[in-house]
């Protein structure tokens, strides 16, 4: 699963009180965990009516392909790191984060010898607040190499 997007962060304030959970980030890690659930239309309703990914894909084909590659896998796993975030303005906001998908293809027809077992993604989100909710306007994705760390 390639385009799956999501990043875990709560933050504390001083004193020990709990702030509220920024907004940008808790989009992330929604989006994150949805892939992990393998669920593709929760993942299309963060996406607003006008999103376009990679300059040509629709909201309704991005949900399309991200139905089949769910229905794809058994299993998802996604974790999700190096997030930035570049607040516009009050209502606008870029974040880049890299992606590292592991999954377990389905053994139905092949599927599990055709489908990559894991990819990096690198991914640039553009957000923009609609009323109450942050939704992803646009997104760009490219594949990286894994990070691999030197043995011991």
């Not at 385009?3 to 959970?21: D, I, N």
């Not at 994150?32 to 993942?43: C, L, S």
Request: overall charge negative.
């Amino acid at each position: 699963m390639r385009s799956a997007l999501p990043a875990l962060v709560l933050a504390l304030a001083f004193g020990g009180c709990r702030s509220q959970p920024d907004p940008v980030l808790a989009l992330v890690e929604s989006l994150r965990v949805a892939a992990e659930d393998r669920d593709a239309q929760t993942i299309a309703d963060r996406l607003s009516e006008d999103f376009k990914g990679n300059g040509t894909v629709d909201r309704a084909e991005a949900a399309a392909t991200l139905r089949r590659y769910f229905a794809a896998y058994e299993s998802v796993h996604l974790a999700v790191y190096e997030v930035a975030v570049s607040r516009r303005t009050d209502t606008e906001a870029d974040v880049s984060f890299r992606a590292e998908f592991t999954g377990s293809a389905r053994r139905v027809g092949g599927l599990d010898g055709f489908l990559p077992p894991s990819a990096v993604e690198l991914f640039q989100l553009r957000l923009a607040r609609r009323g109450p909710d942050w939704m992803v306007t646009a997104a760009e994705w490219r594949p990286l190499e894994p990070v691999v760390s030197p043995s011991p």
